[in-house]
């Protein structure tokens, strides 16, 4: 028998985190079916239970100079049909899941779940996103990156939740983001892929592309992408093998029931070499 805690305010969330060992539900669309029990029963859920889909406080998208900051609570279809978000997030939310789990589903839960199958993360990865997580007594800002450090999971502490993410508001020449699974939609990902590109005076000046499903993380090299910045798009196109040579090494996928662990690879590397090859 687990107890459910419904906080009326942000701030009574994190005291009651602060004060017990609580599983934080959002939208639960990730969390019913990890914990399902069989059909007319409840689900077996481990620990206490914080709901905090509720807090307004956690319910908002705002635009600043370079950034959209959108809390943890914005379902995924109310980031969907934000003028402020950007496209790249909307192309991938929008062949996320279905109309009624992306009205369940939130932002903040698809980063915790940390799957590396989840849609949003290769682009929160290209767009340089942070997430802001908060304890009672304290504030932390972390890179994605950072953030989440294998499947499922994160280095959020039991008296922290997340709060907010900010997103580089950016545009890009070039942007790509790419789903391959069983259906167009309400199918998870057996490889996602996200690119973005600008060229300044016929060269490269930002080059970031991320991997989702190859590996126990989402696959972002930065030292990969500063090889070719400031070469000419010619020069790009030449490098072509060789920057899929270099990204091979990182892409370490498994065979699952989705897929196979060469067939992931395979078209992971086809999608850079396409997206390469779409550089003109
Ligand atoms: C039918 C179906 C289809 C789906 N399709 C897709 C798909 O195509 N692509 C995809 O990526 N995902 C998909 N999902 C997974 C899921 O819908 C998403 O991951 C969603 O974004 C989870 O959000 P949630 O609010 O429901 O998370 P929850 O289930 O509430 O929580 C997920 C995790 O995040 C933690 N958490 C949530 N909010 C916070 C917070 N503010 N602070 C700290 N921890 C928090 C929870 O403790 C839990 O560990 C699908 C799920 C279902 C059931």
Not at 4 to 9: D, L, M, Q
Not at 135 to 158: A, H, Q, W, Y
Not at 165 to 188: L, N, P, W
């Amino acid at each position: 028998m687990v107890n459910s805690y419904i906080p009326k305010t942000y701030k009574e969330a994190l005291n009651l985190l602060a004060q017990n060992e609580l599983l934080i539900i959002a939208g639960g669309t990730d969390l019913m079916v990890k914990f399902k029990s069989i059909s007319g029963l409840l689900p077996k859920f481990k620990k206490d239970m914080l709901f905090i889909s509720h807090l307004a406080e956690l319910d908002f998208i705002k635009k600043e100079k370079n950034s959209i900051h959108i809390g943890a609570n914005v379902t995924l279809e109310k980031v969907l049909n934000s003028k402020h978000t950007h496209y790249l997030l909307k192309k991938a939310l929008l062949i996320m899941a279905s109309p009624a789990i992306r009205n369940m589903g939130t932002v903040g839960g698809n980063i915790v779940n940390a799957s590396p199958a989840g849609d949003t993360l290769p682009v929160l990865y290209v767009l340089n996103t942070k997430i802001v997580v908060e304890s009672l007594d304290n504030k932390r800002i972390i890179p994605i990156e950072d953030f989440i450090v294998g499947p499922s999971k994160t280095i959020l502490k039991e008296n922290e939740l997340v709060k907010e993410i900010i997103i580089e508001d950016k545009s890009f020449d070039y942007m790509v983001f790419e789903k391959i699974g069983t259906r167009q939609a309400d199918a998870i990902s057996k490889i996602s892929f996200a690119a973005v590109t600008n060229i300044k005076n016929s060269n490269i000046s930002d080059f970031r592309v991320s991997f989702g499903a190859v590996g126990p993380r989402i696959v972002r090299e930065k030292e990969l992408e500063k090889k070719v910045i400031g070469v000419t798009i010619d020069e790009l196109n030449g490098m072509c093998n060789l920057i899929c040579d270099n990204y091979s090494k990182f892409i370490t996928p498994i065979d699952d029931q989705r897929s196979s662990a060469i067939y992931r690879k395979k078209v992971a590397l086809n999608l850079l070499e396409e997206y390469i090859k779409s550089i003109k």
